[in-house]
């Protein structure tokens, strides 16, 4: 099953998408410029094979739910998502909050 749904952050909206798959719960909150996303992320990849793309994203491990997504601690970021803020240790809804800033 899909779901997708709105997340507000103050007076700003991210999207927030779901999909139950065999085993696992692919999970994804973005915005405009970038996305959280659950331990399924590649950064490596997206640092190194995709840089020139300067993708803004996080990944967070052991999550299960967009809830445990927004209130776990990012285990790595992006280099892009360094450039303006987001670290690891970041959590994801402040990561979030940060994107909606700078879109």
């Known amino acids: 099953m ?3 749904f709105p997340v507000q952050i103050e007076d700003k909206t ?3 998408v779901s999909v139950a798959l065999p085993k696992t719960n692919l999970l994804v909150v973005s915005t405009e410029i970038g996305y959280i996303m659950c331990g399924a992320l590649d950064v490596q990849l997206l640092n ?3 840089a020139d793309r300067k993708i803004i994203a996080g990944r967070a491990v052991g999550v299960k739910t967009i809830e445990q997504l927004l209130s ?3 285990e790595s970021v992006t280099a892009e998502a360094e450039t303006i803020g987001i670290h690891s240790g970041t959590t994801g809804h402040d990561a979030i909050k940060i994107m909606l ?3």
């Open 2 to 4: 899909v779901q997708m």
């Open 14 to 16: 991210a999207i927030a």
């Open 48 to 50: 190194d094979k995709l």
């Open 72 to 74: 776990a601690p990012l």
């Open 101 to 103: 800033e700078h879109a």
